[in-house]
Nanobody, 117 residues
């Protein structure tokens, strides 16, 4: 499985962005997808996750009510809709897939999101 993110950029506080993650390869082995982020000097943290079969979602407390994760299995895509962005949301955002019977992790290359006035 290979993952490619897109949609990052520079926005002002309060604005929105939608990140996309395109999956290719053995996508039938994907059990769940997630978005992580890593700010300078900080550890990578999970932002949101969604299971492939039931569509069950989970969010970090810091983004609940502002971010929405979704997936389109037919298009092999995952999305992260980010609303009411704050400067603290500034980070490199990574797409992640958990695949196979051992739920191995696959990562995309990351996309920069900068929230600044």
């Amino acid at each position: 499985v290979q993952l490619v993110e897109s949609g990052g950029g520079l926005v002002q506080p309060g604005e929105s962005l939608r990140l996309s993650c395109a999956a290719s390869g053995s996508t039938a082995s994907i059990n769940a997808m997630a978005w992580y982020r890593q700010a300078p000097g900080k550890q990578r943290e999970v932002v949101a996750a969604i299971t492939s079969t039931t569509g069950t979602t989970n969010y970090a407390d810091s983004v609940k009510g502002r971010f929405t994760i979704s997936r389109d299995n037919a298009k092999k895509m995952s999305y992260l809709q980010m609303n009411r962005l704050k400067p603290d949301d500034t980070a490199v955002y990574f797409c992640n897939a958990r695949i196979g019977s051992d739920w191995s992790s696959v990562w995309g290359q990351g996309t920069q999101v900068t929230v600044s006035s």
